[in-house]
């Protein structure tokens, strides 16, 4: 099994970036797509966003318009760019391996990393 590395989280004041990256080997040769979800303490893991094999990407309501996903398939690693961060983004960030194929969706090959940790201060 592969465990996805997730980084680049950190402490941030309200209107700054992250570059978030989760690294997993095997991405593009499975024919997987990425999601990225966070949770926030005592809260629910949320869907953020998502980026399929095709490129096609969509994003939760709250985060459009200014977070970005993207993918460099050669070292395959999934990317959130993510611009003008607000406190109530403020969670632990997780990706996670999406797609049709089984080993994609399933937790067979890729298993769910550590997370990395996103704090806005106001």
């Known amino acids: 099994r592969v465990q996805l590395v997730e980084s680049g989280g950190g402490s941030v004041q309200a209107g700054g970036s992250l570059r978030l990256s989760c690294a997993a080997p095997g991405l593009t040769s499975n024919r997987c797509g990425m999601n990225w979800f966070r949770q926030a303490a005592g809260k629910q893991r949320e869907w953020v966003s998502r980026?399929?094999?095709?490129?096609?990407?969509s994003y939760v309501d709250s985060v459009q318009g200014r977070f970005t996903i993207s993918k460099d398939e050669a070292k395959d690693t999934v990317y959130l760019q993510m611009n003008s961060l607000k406190p109530e983004d403020t969670a632990m960030y997780f990706c996670?391996?999406?797609?049709?194929?089984?080993?994609?969706?399933?937790?067979?090959?890729?298993?769910w990393g550590q997370g990395t940790q996103v704090t806005v201060s106001s």
């Open positions: 980026i399929s094999t095709d490129g096609t990407t």
């Open positions: 996670k391996t999406t797609g049709i194929e089984p080993i994609c969706y399933s937790n067979d090959l890729y298993d």
